[in-house]
């Protein structure tokens, strides 16, 4: 059996190559944008001498690749060892600024989003997995393959429609949740870390916390049904292999409760693997941060690349790229390192 | 169904009673008149707005809402009367004494002015402001570049301008941000500055508090020279989109929604009792641009078929919902000199009258005129490919046209203008300085018209707009634009189509709007009844 | 051998394939199945569901279920075009990657592997801005997400069986690679690949929806169900809600179909070792 730290180690190396291949990857693709962006940036009032003067400040006239160090790649590459993720063409200021403003409003979505997804995926898999072959288990079975095939972003819309819109005319206009924005336009918030509500319980602010929780009402409910899909059929699978194990017979034979049985052990044992797939979905968890961010005009790093993609705002493209794509490698990390150290059949 | 576990069953009840709970007291209820934490006598007016800032610096921002910042902090020489195109002095005391000749224009600037940081405000820092945007070149900068040839100063409170030709329309080139005086401890005489490390105030406001694409907090400037503003602090709110900011008024989050909400969401606020609307004519103008010097463009008769055909109240009606204005000339309503030529020339949208031309070039319903009609989908909002497919159904609802429509991101577009392979194309303007040469000279005059991609040559066009250039008199230069507006007709370098209307949302106890074709939002004349 | 063990699992597949005969019907006939023109306005707008427009007319005045149905073969187009291009490039990179070993089959594994490990929307998303629009540019920016997919399972199978007797056999009396990896190998893949090219088309479907949703990649005059519920987002607060329902239910109902094919038959070709 091998040490943690040598699978932690390998682990890393082999984590390297995978991440320059992402950088290089997102390079080829940004570069090869049709559409100057120079141009973009000054309009038709731009004088060619601008266009010269900006292409050179980009660095946009150095050779995409060559055999010396002298060009975009290399350049790119030592940026991004810097540090800098270059300067927004459209919104003028540096790409990073950009990411640490809207990051946190990802993260407050995409961790209330989880927390959903988790609750009601493993409630609804546990409660299939006792209830087997009823016709509950079946709707729920159907429910993860279905959920899944949900758009996320018409979710979003119908929410919206449902408690936004309808909601309001139902309660004669007192009562609805909010569909755009993570907090109304009459408070300031106090920010410390970027998560609204964390902020507010910090600074004590509660009307901050409550506005806000309430803003994250539909799209935690969006990210969070659709992921929800994959923890119902995978907790259920669980279950059902550890319903049968000789454990929970014997607890059983013992006279225990049969649901405090399932709810205490049998959950405890499908939580690992849960976990784990948590952080595999992560990928996925962006992908629908994105269309969500979107649905409900969320100031988070989707919304802002698919504006920098309006835009043609590369620097912007490829930063946000950039962070996706060390963050998903990140995550991916930590998990692995995690399950080897729970479970050490896994290491290498 | 088994018994489920008491704990969990309280567990469930607390949660949902506390998460409940959170929820209502969060319930947004409209909220009192004055902000959260403000005391009752302080009058707070909270704007909400779509645009975005640039550069904070009046030597690069090249946008109307920037601009609008220094329009309520700042001032120039020259400004606007609020809610007119009449020009007034401003920081100087009076109109300039301009030279026989038309090339010097000497300011007496007002005495005793000092700017929000100590700066005092005098001919020296005239001077110093409008050289700094010669030399840091920055996007406007050839509002000041092209016409200036050097600023002297004659005394403390004197400055001369010193202009390359005779430009008629000068006084209003000064009333543009470009010559706003700066303060040199800010902006130094050869930088851009994006983010100042503050933001100076000379006029009506100065600014309290400013986070990017959150809020911008401006308080009642007491050294303005001018008369006070009716309210003690604005908030600008910056929304990430339109839907947001409709809902935000609806709810009264915030008091006034500026630009720009969808045409949609307007229409549906204008029937809501608790809302109030307010219009003015906008100086925004949509067209379609032909390249004139080649295929199938060239041809003067193809462009006069184009234009006839342009259904300007299906666009206005459907894609708008009457937010913008049919426009039948490219000088805009409510400016001087605006004669409705292309309606008088053609008509309104007649049909006939194309198919009356087309025919002349031997096109008919079974031989078609067949031609492109480019757009652009996000830059102008993205009801632009609707406004495509609109007017493309109008151009072939003659019979005798067939349109096909194509797409360029932004900065592909620009770069076809040099290409000139977009034979029809569409277009939108936002004035840079308030008068009709603005809205001509770039498109027609032969040495302007290529960057724009139009290619159009013609001396009589010359003759009228170059000649108004340099006339004085307003009554000369008014009818040198009413004949280049009728031979525009004509011509049809490009075709007018609509052109924008400001619109704002207020609630119902807000007034003193005063908005203009200037496109400026002088904050200082809103108050609350 | 399938039967009553499987019982629920063939009606899912069965379900599913009703569902795509219906849609694909649809998507054929659509020309004669609209009563009106996609393109054209041809009633007031914002009407709500009525005998005249069972679907309710759009801000332009378009008929939404005609809409709907010429709707359906550009989805159905452009996620099978792309699923088929994934299919045709990964799987001979993977047979051929996993027959010849090597370092070059390393460097692909980990090339195939972040790509695969990325949010494929967000690939696709900057591969859609850069390639511009276009239907063939959407397939292409949609099947380079999948690729990776096709070719870890291909690559998969092929180094479980290359040890295995029979392949040796085959090599040794000096069959070519080529004859080895088609006719020994492939056939191995062909049930799981049935499985993995519905589920993939039942992800390319969502993928496609997603990009025409942020306005990535067709023109205005190509119906797309994507593209109806990104016009319609913005009519949410006027409450016409007939603009966004259907478009979106009918994009979940096709990937649903894909998605149940693929599952029911996946659960009947690969059971699990234990009964459930």
């Not at chain 2, 406004?387 to 151009?395: D, P, S, Y």
């Not at chain 3, 149905?69 to 159905?76: A, D, E, F, P, V």
Request: with cysteine; charged share 20%; net charge negative.
């Amino acid at each position: 059996m091998r040490s943690l730290l040598a699978y932690i180690i390998t682990r890393l190396l082999l984590t390297i190559p995978m991440i320059l291949i992402l950088l290089t990857v997102v390079f080829l693709i940004v570069r090869v944008m049709p559409g100057d962006p120079v141009i973009a940036m000054l309009g038709p009032k731009g004088t060619p001498e601008m266009i010269e003067q900006m292409r050179h400040d980009l660095g946009l006239d150095k050779p995409i690749i060559s055999f010396g160090l002298d060009n975009q790649y290399v350049d790119y590459l030592s940026d991004l060892l810097h540090g800098d993720l270059g300067v927004s063409t459209y919104y003028k200021v540096p790409v990073w600024e950009k990411i640490r403003l809207y990051f946190p409003a990802t993260l407050e979505l995409t961790i209330f989003g989880l927390m959903i997804a988790f609750f009601v995926g493993i409630f609804s898999g546990a409660f299939a997995a006792e209830k087997r072959k009823t016709v509950a288990d079946y709707s729920i079975r159907l429910y993860g393959i279905a959920i899944y095939s949900i758009p996320i972003f018409w979710l979003g819309l119908m929410l919206q429609i449902i408690f936004g819109v309808w909601l309001e005319d139902i309660t004669g206009g007192r009562f609805a949740f909010p569909i755009a924005g993570r907090i109304s336009a009459r408070i300031s918030p106090e920010v410390i870390t970027g998560l609204f509500v964390l902020d507010g319980i910090i600074t004590g602010s509660w009307k901050q916390v409550t506005n806000s929780l309430f803003h994250l009402v539909l799209p935690a409910m969006t990210l969070g049904l659709v992921l929800s899909g994959i923890f119902v059929r995978l907790t259920r699978a669980n279950m059902l292999d550890v319903l049968k194990s000789d454990y929970i017979l014997s607890a059983d034979a013992r006279g225990i409760k049969r649901r405090k049985v399932v709810y205490r052990h049998a959950l405890k044992n499908a939580f690992v693997p849960v976990l784990t797939m948590m952080g595999l979905q992560f990928a996925y968890l962006m992908a629908g941060a994105v269309l969500t961010e979107t649905t409900f005009s969320w100031p988070g790093m989707g919304s802002y690349l698919v504006e920098a993609v309006h835009y043609r705002d590369f620097p912007a493209i490829q930063g946000t790229i950039i962070f996706i794509a060390l963050l998903v490698a990140s995550i991916s990390l930590v998990v692995d390192i995690v399950y080897a150290f729970i479970d050490p059949r896994v290491r290498y | 169904m088994k018994r489920i576990s008491l704990k969990i069953t309280i567990l469930a009840l607390i949660l949902g009673l506390a998460l409940f709970g959170a929820l209502m007291a969060g319930c947004e209820k409209p909220a009192p008149v004055d902000g959260p934490d403000e005391p009752m006598e302080e009058s707070v007016i909270i704007i909400g707005t779509t645009d975005k800032v640039t550069d904070l610096d009046p030597g690069e921002a090249y946008d109307f809402y920037t601009w609008e910042i220094f329009q309520n902090i700042s001032a120039g020489l020259l400004t606007y009367e609020p809610g007119t195109t009449e020009l007034v002095p401003g920081l100087a005391e009076e109109w300039p004494e301009v030279s026989d000749d038309g090339t010097e224009y000497t300011f007496k600037l007002r005495e005793g002015l000092t700017f929000s940081d100590g700066t005092p405000f005098n001919a020296e820092v005239v001077k110093f402001s409008i050289d700094r945007v010669i030399t840091t070149k920055g996007d406007p900068s050839w509002l000041v570049d092209d016409f200036v040839d050097s600023v002297e100063v004659v005394d403390e409170y004197t400055v001369k301008f010193i202009l390359k030709d005779t430009f008629a329309y000068f006084p209003s080139l000064v009333a543009s941000v470009p010559y706003f005086p700066v303060s040199p401890n800010i902006y130094p005489a050869d930088e851009v500055v994006t983010d100042p490390s503050e933001l100076v105030a000379i006029g009506p406001y100065k600014v309290e508090s400013f986070v990017r694409e959150v809020e911008l907090v401006l308080v009642k400037n007491p050294d303005y020279y001018g008369e006070p503003a009716k309210n003690d602090k604005i908030i600008m709110k910056y929304f990430k989109d339109a839907t947001t900011m409709r809902l935000a008024v609806e709810k009264g989050e915030i008091d006034i929604a500026w630009k720009t909400l969808n045409p949609t969401d307007i229409a549906d606020l204008k029937g809501n009792p608790d809302l109030k609307v307010v219009e003015a004519a906008g100086a925004y103008i949509r067209y379609l641009c032909f390249v004139c010097n080649g295929d199938p463009f060239s041809d003067k008769i193809l462009r006069e078929a184009v234009a006839c055909a342009l259904d300007r109240t299906s666009v206005a009606e459907k894609i708008f919902l009457n937010t913008v204005e049919p426009l039948y000339s490219m000088v805009p309503i409510g400016m001087w000199s605006h004669t409705d030529s292309f309606e008088e020339t053609w008509g309104e949208y007649n049909v006939e009258k194309a198919k009356e031309l087309l025919a002349e070039l031997g096109y008919n319903e079974e031989n078609p005129f067949t031609f492109e009609l480019w757009y652009t989908p996000t830059h102008y909002g993205d009801t632009e490919s609707d406004m495509a497919l609109i007017l493309k159904q109008g151009l072939e609802a003659t019979g005798v046209m067939k349109v096909e429509l194509k797409s360029a991101e932004w900065g592909s577009y620009v770069d076809n203008f040099d290409i000139g392979n977009m034979g029809a194309f569409l277009l939108g303007w936002y004035p840079d300085y308030i008068d009709p040469d603005n809205y001509t000279s770039p498109f027609a005059l032969s040495t302007a018209s290529d960057s724009m991609g139009i290619f159009y040559q013609d001396p009589v066009m010359d003759e009228y707009l170059l000649g108004a250039q340099v006339k004085t008199k307003m009554k000369d230069r008014t009818a040198l634009y009413e004949d280049a507006q009728d031979y525009w007709a004509m011509e049809v370098p490009t075709a007018p189509i609509f052109q924008g209307k400001l619109i704002l949302v207020t609630q119902p106890d807000i007034a003193g709007i005063k908005v203009a074709p200037t496109m400026i939002f002088n904050y200082k004349t809103v108050y609350r009844e | 051998m399938m039967g009553k063990k499987h019982r629920a699992e063939w009606y899912i597949v069965v379900v599913g394939g009703v569902i795509l005969t219906v849609i694909i019907f649809m998507s054929v006939f659509a020309p004669f199945l609209a009563p009106y023109d996609p393109l054209a306005s041809v009633g007031d707008p914002f009407s709500p569901p009525c005998r005249d427009y069972i679907m309710g007319t759009n801000n332009l005045g378009f008929d939404v279920y005609s809409r709907i149905l010429h709707g359906s073969r550009t989805i159905l187009l452009i996620s099978i075009t792309a699923a088929l291009f994934s299919a045709t490039v990964g799987i001979p990179i993977g047979l051929m990657s996993g027959y010849y070993g090597g370092k070059l089959d390393r460097i692909l594994a980990l090339v195939m592997d972040s790509i695969y490990s990325f949010p494929g929307l967000i690939l696709a998303i900057v591969m859609a801005a850069m390639l511009g629009p276009g239907v063939i540019n959407i397939s292409l920016a949609i099947a380079v997400i999948y690729v990776p997919t096709y070719f870890r399972m291909v690559r998969g199978q092929v180094l479980s069986v290359k040890e295995e007797l029979y392949v040796e056999a085959a090599r040794s009396i000096g069959a070519r690679a080529v004859t080895v990896m088609v006719r020994y190998i492939f056939p191995n893949v062909i049930a799981s690949l049935a499985v993995v090219f519905s589920l993939n088309v039942a992800d390319a479907i969502l993928t496609e929806a997603g990009l025409s949703y942020l306005g990535l990649g067709l023109p205005p005059d190509l119906p797309d169900w994507g593209i109806d519920l990104a016009k319609g987002k913005v009519f949410v607060p006027l409450g016409t809600w007939w603009i966004v329902t259907f478009p979106g239910l009918m994009i979940t109902l096709v990937a649903l179909s894909f998605t149940m094919i693929g599952e029911g038959l996946n659960e009947i070709l690969n059971p699990r070792l234990k009964e459930h």
